[in-house]
């Protein structure tokens, strides 16, 4: 995105055309709507969030909404047009970049992480390895001495002051991300909509004087229903044996599995916070496996009833009853197998309108 300029980058979006439109009413309804109880800081050294104000001063209703006021759309063209390299060395306008903006606030205001890693390090080398960090376990005196030239160029940092770094940069994307999201949704609600044009009834008349009406489809035969029935085992199976054998099905399914937990659902504009912990990775898998057994043991089931049935003779009318409630339960037991399925994978783009 760096080769893009600023203006193109803004205007292209509509973002511009919408803020300047912005009374200062509108332009605090769009920085508050992604805020926690729409609260955020009312100037750049508010102290009633905490911490905030150490981290991500900038997002604050005074810099960000009088009228006359572009400080949004020049932070928001320098955060979207410069790498996270550059942002980490450079700010705005030849500010402090987010280095040293955080060792400052470490430094004169007492930022800083409950217990932090003393041999803990973040390194800044490049963007494959931006943000890594690791913990020295042993020789940590040797180590340090061997980093001294990259600690001094600030591109091996101590771990506390590596993740206030990397909070900071998050929190500001994160930040810009939903309040652009706002600026678009409000600003389109100004807009001036074409009513759409009206069809005539002459089309209708024309589409149903051209509808033929088919005979229904017979129902199928018992054995087109034991093949259809072995097919989907068979299908089943196969994806089985893929998500067992093939590292890159299974990552799928697990992902899928992972980004679309309820708690994960976006809101009414569509957005979701990114998630920031691994620690439910283990049962997603669990669930992607037990999920695909699941399913080939049910039509495995299915298929044996199906096959039972068939051998029946027809006089046998109580055997058939017995088979056939139960061919019913576990069909529908598979019905809502699918169906919680289809409604979880639905419902993380529901709330978007």
């Known amino acids: 995105m760096g080769d893009v300029s600023q203006g193109q980058l803004i205007k292209n979006l509509h973002i511009e055309r919408y803020w300047r439109s912005f009374d200062e009413n509108e332009r605090k309804q769009c920085i508050k709507a992604g805020a926690a109880d729409g609260v955020v800081l009312k100037h750049s050294l508010d102290r009633s969030l905490g911490n905030v104000y150490k981290i991500i001063p900038e997002i604050n209703l005074r810099d960000l909404t009088t009228r006359e006021s572009n400080s949004f759309l020049a932070l928001f063209a320098h955060r979207a047009t410069n790498t996270l390299l550059d942002q980490y060395s450079t700010g705005l306008n030849g500010r402090p970049g987010d280095h040293d903006f955080i060792k400052h606030m470490m430094d ?32 940590a005196s040797e180590v340090f001495a061997g980093l001294s030239s990259a600690i001094q160029a600030n591109l091996c940092v101590p771990q506390e002051r590596g993740e206030l770094i990397l909070q900071r940069q998050l ?46 489809a017979k129902p199928p035969s018992l054995p087109e229903i034991i093949n259809n029935a072995a097919d989907q085992r068979a299908r089943l199976q196969e994806y089985l044996t893929l998500l067992s054998t093939e590292p890159v099905v299974l990552t799928h399914d697990v992902n899928i599995c992972f980004f679309s937990r309820p708690e994960l659902l976006p809101d009414e504009r569509g957005r979701i916070l990114p998630v920031h912990t691994d620690k439910y990775i283990s049962g997603a898998v669990l669930e992607v496996v037990y999920n695909s057994v699941k399913a080939v043991a049910i039509w495995d089931y299915i298929g044996r009833l199906l096959a039972l049935l068939e051998s029946q003779p027809s006089t046998n009318k109580i055997c058939r009853a017995v088979i056939l409630q139960e061919l019913s339960s576990v069909c529908h037991l598979e019905y809502g197998r699918v169906q919680a399925l289809f409604r979880r994978n639905v419902q993380t783009a529901s709330s978007i309108k």
């Open 171 to 216: 929190y500001m994307l994160q930040s810009l991300n939903i309040i652009i999201e706002d600026i678009l949704y409000i600003g389109s609600r100004t807009r001036d909509r074409k009513k759409l044009p009206q069809k005539s009834g002459k089309s209708t008349v024309s589409a149903l004087s051209k509808l033929s009406i088919q005979e229904p």
């Open 108 to 139: 004169t205001r007492t930022l800083g992480l409950p217990n932090p890693d003393r041999n803990g390090l973040t390194l800044f080398y490049d963007e494959d390895r931006y943000g890594e960090s690791m913990t020295i376990m042993r020789n």
